[in-house]
Structure formats: C-alpha cells, structure tokens
C-alpha cells in the first residue's frame, strides 16, 4: 500500500452507534478518519468509548455533509437500511473512480440498490454480531464483544484476500474477518434476526424471554422453519440448523434489547422491511405463503412499527 493511500482519511457516513465505534477504533489506531454529520457545529468531536475495562476518548474531525467536497476513496456507512440509499446519493459525486466503499447496514436490499447506483466503485458490505449504543451523542458503549464479517458484493470482483483499503480496515482491533461469500453471511444473520427482532419488538420483551416462555419458543420455531425452507430454494447454506443458531444467539443476548426492540422505544421506523419484509418478498418471487412472517409483519404495522 503507497504512503498516499495510507494518509487518505476514512469517511464514516452515520454517527450513530457502530460509526461512533469505528470511529474510536481508526483514531485510536491512528488511521485518519472522518464522520460525516447532517449538521457540523465544530470542526471535531470527541467520542467517548465505554467497554468493561476500558475507557478512552478521542477527537475526531466532523464535517457537514452539505459542506462537503472533498474527494473520498474510502467510506464506510453506518446508517440504518432505509437511510443508506439516500444518504450515499448524497455524496456519490465525491467519491472516486476507485474507491472503496463498506456497507454494514441489517438486514439485506439496501446493499445491493446502493451497489447498482456505484457500478464502478468497489463494494463491501459487513455482518456486525457487535453490540453497541450510544448514551448520549458520541458517547458510545461497546456492550458486547462480536466480529465483522466483510467481503466484496460484486462476484468478477470477489477476491480471497481484501484489497488494501479494506485489508487496512481488517486490521482493526474488532474481529474482522474475510469472506468471498458475503451474501450467505448477511442471509444468516436475517435469518436470525428474523426470528428474534420482530418478536421483542411485538412482545416487549428481552431476546432471553423469547426461549423462556414456551409460546414465544413456538414462535420463534416457526419462523425458523419457513426461513430455512426459503433458504434451502435458495441453495444458501448455513452454518448450523436455523433453530439451534437462533437459539444460541438468544442465550448469548439473553438481557439484551433487540435493535428493532430500541428502535420501537425510541419512536424510530425499524429496519423490519430489510430483514422480515426481505424474506417475504423472495418467497413471493417463488410462489411460497410465509404464513407466520406475513402475520408478525402485520400485527407490527397495525401497531404503527414499520
């Protein structure tokens, strides 16, 4: 990698949660970063990071994203699903020929309508088990230690190995790791979320409830089970049965609030549409009813939780 690629700044767009993290972890490593605001009131911020035994702050420059215009060659965002699109046509006109962009937006769609408006540039996107939220603004707590899972969207593309920038990227201190088959990652974490999220959101409860109590358990089967049929029309291979993965995600987060869950409290729209509505829209495509997605989606939009 040329010193000159190595001085170039990472843009973070999305200040949120996950920016907020890896824009503590660039500046801590002493990479040049860069957040990208809506609205920019300093030239830099500082950003508090919280984890069970270690505590720092950092400051990191801010800019406005309607005052941007520089030339950007590696971004990363960080917004939620139904903000990414827009956010990136923001700042399409910016980046480079050649640069690098990560996507780690939940749920799946999002990535690939952002990668059909950025035919040229060169497309990541990331599967974050990290768990993290913000206290107040860029004040971030780093609550459960997860990995990121990135590879390159576009398969004439899809190298073994990353390429510098996002090698460079790897080398954070957050369990990064490399895939060539990053969409089957992405699907298991749908798949999971699918049988987890909506049902905190609808339920109100903590992940751990959802295996307590036998009627949610049943649930939460249900869901597996038509999950896994569209994925096995599909040929996406997972890791363990859905059930057993879904199971052992929800033991780990036992006393943790789903992202849907945070956002429902917050008032937020949800990302559901990107990760339940996306399983419902592909069997659609193959003529399959989903009967127990269909009904959760439903009950949560009469709820108003879109």
Known sequence: MTQSLNNQPWYILGAGAMGCLLASQLARQQQPVKLIVKRASTPSQAIHYQQTDLHFSCKVPVVDHCALHHHINKLIVTTKAYDALPAVQSIAHLLTADAQVILLQNGLGSQQVIANTLPNQQIAVGSVTHGCFLTKPFQVVHAGLGQITIGELSPQLNNAKPRCQFQQFAQLPLNIHWTTTPLTTLW????????????????????????????????????????????KQLQIPLSDQLVTLVKRVILQTADNYSSTLQDVKAGKATELSYINGYIIDKAHIMGIDLPHHQWLVRTLKEKGYS
Do not use: M, S
């Open 188 to 231: 298991e974490k749908v798949a999971i979320n699918g049988a987890i999220n909506g049902l905190t959101a609808l339920y109100q409860c903590k992940n751990g409830e959802l295996w307590q109590h036998q009627g949610l358990r049943q649930q939460v089967i249900a869901l597996c089970l038509e999950t896994e049929a569209i994925l």
